[in-house]
Nanobody
Framework: QVQLVESGGGLVQAGGSLRLSCAASGIMFRNNAMGWYRWYRQAPGNERELVATITAGGSTYYADSVKGRFTISRDNGKNTMYLEMNGLKPEDTAVYYC????????????WGQGTQVTVSS
């Protein structure tokens, strides 16, 4: 059974930094069953928003709102993905979720339970 557990959220002042982690169990990143590793966020009253993607091949993609401030990465040996967030703004306040999408069409995808990030002005 695959489980994703996020950590690293919290309260930070504007301009500060946080590093989110998403530890996976029940799956080995190095087996390359997953094609896309993503971070999403959802603020109150808003739809869930894609923040960053890292592919199995290591390519990275970012939402325009976080480009240049956030960095997504992955450690296959630790089965953990990360989101380094710098220059945080109040509008970054949200619950952040990690997500794994498999390479195989129709296979199950996986979500973490979310971690709260609150940025004060």
């Amino acid at each position: 059974q695959v489980q994703l557990v996020e950590s690293g959220g919290g309260l930070v002042q504007a301009g500060g930094s946080l590093r989110l982690s998403c530890a996976a169990s029940g799956i080995m990143f190095r087996n390359n069953a997953m094609g896309w590793y993503r971070w999403y966020r959802q603020a109150p009253g808003n739809e869930r928003e894609l923040v960053a993607t890292i592919t199995a091949g290591g390519s990275t993609y970012y939402a325009d709102s976080v480009k240049g401030r956030f960095t997504i990465s992955r450690d296959n040996g630790k089965n953990t993905m990360y989101l380094e967030m710098n220059g945080l703004k109040p509008e970054d306040t949200a619950v952040y979720y990690c997500y794994l999408r498999p390479r195989t069409t129709g296979a199950r995808d996986y979500w973490g339970q979310g971690t709260q990030v609150t940025v004060s002005s």
